[in-house]
């Protein structure tokens, strides 16, 4: 995908390392899915951004089906997150671990929403150099772990806490920790996010951009796990990855390979899964 990465000198030097570097592997899943004859997510943010900064993004190895999953992905949690502001006109969304994603253009909310998009520092000042500000819009430089920020977000606004490609990177405790946190700042809420279970984390060693980044895996768990991260949270649906909407527009070998993996009992289907809960 060379198209896509270009030769302009004054692109800053992308210098993340370990689990902030994995967002370049679903910015340019996204960018991938924009570039293709059917895009299922049409990302056209995400190509621009791809070929504003300079690094080699092939060193992740990401394939067409790699890009299309990531798409599918974001995808859901756009509807998820569109149909809780469509709810909510004056919602707060919490977006944890956003890399350079760029839901909050995708969806533009109104202008009654407040948006939080946290990350580590590090990444935040790169999305400063790439994307541009927007009336009721944060970025917050931070450990999504670090209790402190929490106290900056409102605590009378029915909340949505997005967490795409996260949570997998924490530890049970700090899953825990983090949810019951910011569950208890909100008056009431959702959360939507996608989970590995434990048997993805055990078999790390298989996932390309792990491997590549040096990154770990750390919490894995199933639909009866949730609820050990709060009584409070019930889920409204659960989705594995291999039955979300628009898998049909998977390339053939892939659409071939996830019906097969669907079937093998045991695990396969359960790897990845897409959770929306209310609290
Ligand atoms: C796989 S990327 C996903 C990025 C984005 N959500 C997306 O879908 O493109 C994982 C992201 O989680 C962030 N992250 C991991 N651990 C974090 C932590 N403790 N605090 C804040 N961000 C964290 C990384 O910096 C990175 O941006």
């Known amino acids: 995908m060379t198209a896509l990465t270009s030769m302009t000198s004054a692109r800053p030097k992308v210098q993340l390392t370990g689990v902030k570097e994995t967002l370049l592997a679903t910015l340019y899943?996204?960018?991938?899915?924009?570039?293709?004859?059917?895009?299922?997510?049409?990302?056209?943010?995400?190509?621009?951004?791809?070929?504003r900064l300079d690094y080699d993004f092939?060193?992740?190895g990401m394939g067409a089906g790699d890009s299309a999953g990531v798409a599918l992905r974001a995808r859901q949690l756009d509807v998820w997150t569109a149909r809780f502001l469509a709810r909510h006109e004056e919602a707060a969304v919490v977006h944890l671990g956003c890399g350079l994603d760029t839901r909050v253009h995708r969806l533009d909310p109104g202008p009654r929403v407040r948006w939080y998009d946290v990350d580590f520092p590090e990444v935040i000042d790169l999305r400063r150099q790439?994307?541009?500000?927007?009336?009721?819009?944060?970025?917050?430089?931070?450990?999504?772990?670090?209790?402190?920020?929490?106290?900056?977000?409102?605590?009378?606004?029915?909340?949505?806490?997005?967490?795409?490609g996260l949570l997998m990177y924490l530890t049970e405790e700090d899953v825990t920790a983090l949810l019951r946190r910011l569950m208890a700042h909100a008056p009431s809420g959702e959360l939507a996010f996608d989970a590995f279970s434990r048997f993805a984390v055990r078999a790390a060693r298989l996932n390309k951009v792990i491997v590549k980044t040096g990154s770990t895996l750390r919490w894995g768990t199933d639909p009866a796990g949730i609820s050990r991260l709060s009584p409070r949270l019930e889920i409204v649906e659960n989705i594995s990855v291999l039955d979300l909407p628009g898998i049909e527009k998977l390339p053939l070998a892939y659409r071939a390979a996830a019906r097969v993996a669907a079937r093998i009992p045991g695990g396969l289907r359960d790897m990845s899964r897409l959770y929306n809960c209310r609290f």
């Open 58 to 60: 092939r060193k992740l």
């Open 29 to 51: 899943g996204r960018a991938v899915d924009s570039r293709s004859k059917k895009p299922i997510l049409g990302d056209t943010m995400a190509v621009d951004t791809v070929r």
């Open 130 to 164: 790439l994307y541009p500000e927007r009336p009721g819009y944060t970025e917050v430089p931070t450990s999504v772990t670090d209790p402190a920020w929490v106290d900056q977000l409102p605590a009378d606004r029915p909340t949505l806490i997005v967490a795409e």
